[in-house]
């Protein structure tokens, strides 16, 4: 098992997880489903190096997987928590 | 209070935010599927999913730039960890932002109304007045009103800004962007 930073991952996998730590939950998760899930969005979220130009497009690319999730109780967390961070970032765009 | 000439006495906010509108639409066609005779569920209504709804109602409230409910929502929502990155370094900028334009679009103001611009409306005039003064605005007890002071470093943060929302070529764009956005929605 390996975190985002195997050289199977994509260069921005790599890069957002250049400045944080995962706990031991977020890298068994992120092993798992190394791309859509609330593991990965919180490394995004919590990232400083990222503008929010870099985060929209990031958040951009998950959203094919998010129309394709079936949406039941367990991933309603995690639908909720992809859009309002979509939505944020996009906010954000115009701010900063 | 006093304007600077050429300025509108409502505060100009350039957000590019269509963008954010074109995806509460997909969000609403993806949660809220309906039966084509039936309304769609707004996406403010979608409970179930509870960052949604205030996301949304913060896009509405900048896009409508309803100053009071942007910080309210900010302030009074539990955001998730995942989500409280984005919505402090939202409410820090958009403070900062609006300060900046508050210096550039006022010669005077009252205290209540900096107050609202600046989401501080919950504080005491007192501790209102300390923090812009602390900001180089002035106070001027005898007539009630803080005169701001716009900072040269100000201007071009301001002057893109202001020029986008006078039609510059930024500005047609986000227009024809808005008309089809409206279009969308008849």
């Known amino acids: ?96 | 209070m006093s304007f600077t000439p050429g300025t509108s006495t409502n505060l100009i906010f350039s957000y590019h935010s269509n963008e954010a509108r074109f995806l509460s639409k997909r969000i609403s066609s993806h949660l809220a599927p309906t039966l084509p005779s039936q309304p769609p569920t707004p996406v403010s209504d979608l409970a179930v999913y509870p960052f949604i709804p205030p996301t949304y109602n913060l896009l509405k409230a900048v896009y409508t730039r309803s100053y009071s409910s942007i910080y309210n929502i900010l302030l009074s929502t539990s955001w998730s960890p995942e989500l409280e990155p984005l919505a402090s370094t939202f409410l820090e900028h958009f403070r900062r932002k609006t300060f900046k334009l508050l210096s550039y679009a006022y010669t005077t103001i009252t205290p209540s109304q900096a107050a609202t611009y600046l989401g501080l409306e919950n504080k005491s005039e007192q501790v209102v007045l300390e923090k812009l003064i602390a900001e180089g605005w002035i106070w001027d007890g005898d007539q009630g009103l803080l005169k701001t002071v716009a900072k040269g470093d100000d201007d071009e943060d301001v002057e893109g800004v202001i020029s986008e929302a006078k039609g510059g070529k930024d500005g047609r764009i986000e227009r024809l962007t808005g008309l089809v956005t409206h279009l969308t929605e008849i």
Do not use: W
């Open chain 1, 1 to 96: 098992m390996t975190p985002v930073s195997s050289d199977s991952t994509s260069s921005r996998n790599r890069e957002s997880s250049n400045s944080i730590q995962p706990t031991q939950a977020a890298i068994m998760a992120l092993a798992s489903n190394p791309t859509f899930s609330v593991e990965y969005i919180a490394t995004l979220t919590a990232n400083t190096q990222h503008t929010p130009h870099i985060l929209v497009e990031l958040l951009a690319d998950l959203e094919a997987s998010a129309i394709t999730t079936t949406l039941t109780q367990r991933t309603t967390n995690l639908i909720s928590t992809y859009y309002s961070a979509f939505l944020l970032s996009l906010l954000l765009i115009d701010d900063v």
